[in-house]
């Protein structure tokens, strides 16, 4: 247990379209300020002694977006693995990307030479503890099902002996504990397709505000707000 009780927090960081729309500004700058932002909250969440943080950065429905868009997103990623890995790696952060980051997915093509900075920044960080740091690339609920049971079938387990723990060993967030707290910004109240298992006892909290401007202060609330909850686990 963290000392402030928050042990896994996840974020659907929403809103940097509509932050960028706001101030008459191009929608990919949205996207960089939005990116400044993931890497202050790990910081923030190290300082708060949180152990897991879970960002939802690029969902599947998302490679519906335009052409220019998704490149943007994909360059930000890139560039930012290979300029930030070192800086994550001396705060003791472990990386780790969840979801279907496959090349050779013909409906979700992840850049090739992505994979490979994933996997670089895996290896590198994988022995750090102070902050588990989940990256959602390629991410979506439904499909993390997907991907356990079809694990499950392979591995030839019969269907009537089938149980929750054998689930929860094949998601792609695995061994991670399950979020205590899920937040999402930009005033939106719904899930839209993030940590569907993970969430059957999670705490949630909306925020008004746009991912770009969320701040440390906001941070504090959401431990203080995760404090005045009452878990009860159906009790």
Not at 121 to 145: D, I, M, P, W
Not at 155 to 173: C, F, M, N, Q, V
Not at 219 to 235: A, M, T
């Amino acid at each position: 247990m963290t000392r402030t009780g928050l042990n896994h927090l996840a974020i659907i960081m929403d809103g940097n379209r509509r932050w960028a729309k706001a101030r008459s500004l191009p929608t990919l700058e949205g996207h960089r300020r939005g990116y400044e932002k993931m890497k202050r909250l790990a910081e923030w969440c190290i300082d708060a002694g949180i152990s897991v943080l879970t960002v939802y950065a690029f969902s599947t429905e998302n490679w519906n977006r335009t052409a220019k868009e998704v490149s943007y997103l994909m360059k930000l990623l890139r560039d930012g693995l290979r300029s930030d890995i070192d800086e994550l790696h001396r705060q003791g952060v472990r990386l780790k990307v969840i979801g279907d980051s496959r090349e050779d997915d013909p409906a979700h093509p992840t850049p090739v030479d992505i994979v490979d900075v994933i996997a670089n920044a895996e290896e590198k960080t994988r022995h750090n503890t102070k902050l588990l740091f989940q990256v959602g690339l390629s991410y979506g609920g439904r499909e993390e099902l997907q991907y356990a049971f079809q694990n499950i079938a392979r591995k030839g387990i019969p269907a009537d002996e089938i149980t929750t723990e054998h689930i929860s060993r094949e998601l792609w967030t695995a061994p991670a504990p399950y979020p205590d707290m899920i937040v999402r910004t930009s005033g939106e109240m719904r899930l839209s397709n993030f940590l569907l298992w993970q969430s059957a006892y999670a705490e949630l909290c909306f925020i008004k505000k746009h991912w770009p401007d969320f701040s440390k202060r906001d941070l504090e609330y959401i431990v203080r707000e995760y404090q005045s909850r009452k878990r009860r686990f159906g009790k």
